[in-house]
């Protein structure tokens, strides 16, 4: 698996599955995890909390993120000062919205206030991370996740986006870019030429990473070797 430091940006992983998270823990090309409600439901976790420390019993020497679930920002608030106490290696993540829309700008500058780690997350827009940046500026270490890969969905080249993120977040050097919901090994290569900070990885495009590179001819004999295995394998006659 490539080395991230030849990758030119932070690798998180992003999941909710327990034994695959303590496992990675063990790679060295892993900076920190990620992972959220979706996730979390899809991995079959009914223990919010439960799952939660015991993630953090194994991953004590980089950063977890975990987010809060409520739509009113009141009890948000709550969450966020409940997740934050797990411990210090935890960071906090706040959608940019409630479900109506309504910004949780005010929020994220109170919890920055009150030194609380956060991850402003679920933003795909530059107005977004404008208002984001601002909230998070008295921040010892606050990220801002755009959610590059669904940009992408909407027919959108994302890179340019991206670029004029960074160029926001520049004035706050505490601050950092991260490139969420990745389709491809590609946006881990563009991620990191464009100086973007972090990338969550879901464990199948990690396993992904180890062609990175590779020579196309290889690939391509692979590729063959591969049609000829199945259909082998299943018996066609003609």
């Not at 409600?37 to 223990?47: F, H, N, Q, S, W």
Request: proline share 5%; charged share 20%.
């Amino acid at each position: 698996m490539a080395e991230g430091k030849h990758l030119g940006v932070k690798v998180f992983a992003d999941g909710a599955d327990l034994a695959n998270m303590v496992e990675l823990a063990e790679n060295p090309l892993i900076s920190g995890f990620t992972t959220n409600p979706t996730l979390m439901r899809k991995a079959g976790v009914e223990d919010y909390e439960g799952f939660a420390r015991k993630v953090l019993d194994h991953i004590t020497d980089r950063p977890v993120f975990f987010e809060v679930f409520s739509d009113d920002f009141e009890e948000m608030r709550a969450q966020a000062h409940r997740i934050a106490s797990w411990g210090d290696n935890v960071c906090v993540k706040i959608p940019v919205t409630n479900t109506h829309g309504v910004s949780s700008a005010a929020l994220v500058a109170d919890l920055t206030a009150e030194g609380l780690h956060l991850n402003v997350t679920a933003i795909l827009a530059l107005d977004q991370v404008r208002t984001a940046a601002s909230s998070l500026a008295a921040s010892p270490g606050g990220v801002v996740s755009v959610f590059a890969g669904r940009i992408a969905d909407t027919g959108r080249d994302p890179v340019p986006l991206m670029t004029e993120a960074l160029k926001i977040l520049a004035p706050h050097p505490t601050l950092e870019l991260l490139w969420a919901s990745p389709r491809e090994i590609l946006n881990v290569r563009q991620a990191g030429s464009i100086g973007c900070h972090i990338i969550t990885v879901t464990p199948d495009l990690l396993e992904k990473l180890a062609g990175l590179g590779r020579s196309l001819e290889e690939v391509s004999l692979d590729t063959v070797r591969m049609f000829h295995r199945d259909a082998a394998a299943s018996g066609y006659l003609l």
